[in-house]
Nanobody, 128 residues
């Protein structure tokens, strides 16, 4: 069992930056591929970024590529999402998720259904 707790959300002006953190409990965090998702009001949850358990592989949605960076610190059981050049359309609740599929060091996944554990989410609001 893994528990995930997101933090770092808030209100920021367009063009600003935020860094989200997701702290994980459990000794096997380093074996999980991790992902960030977001859900805006009235919209479905959408994929944002993913990272392999080793940190060697990352993948981004086209909408955030070049602006967001996912990273992880396995020693701290934490995954991060650095968000720069924020836009009003980035406003959403952001969730981190963990995938415990035993795969290689370059493995990550995109579909939400592939993830086993989810955090409670943190609100990000970008004003214009």
């Amino acid at each position: 069992q893994v528990q995930l707790v997101e933090s770092g959300g808030g209100l920021v002006q367009a063009g600003g930056s935020l860094r989200l953190s997701c702290a994980a409990s459990g000794r096997t965090f380093s074996s999980y591929a991790m992902g960030w998702f977001r859900q805006a009001p009235g919209k479905e949850r959408e994929f944002v970024a993913a990272i392999s358990w080793s940190g060697c592989s990352t993948y981004y949605a086209d909408s955030v590529k070049g602006r967001f960076t996912i990273s992880r610190d396995n020693a701290k059981n934490t995954v991060y999402l650095q968000m720069n050049s924020l836009k009003p359309e980035d406003t959403a609740v952001y969730y981190c998720a963990a995938d415990h599929t035993p795969m290689g060091s370059y493995y990550y996944t995109v579909p939400a259904i592939e993830y086993d554990y989810w955090g409670q989410g943190t609100q990000v609001t970008v004003s214009s």
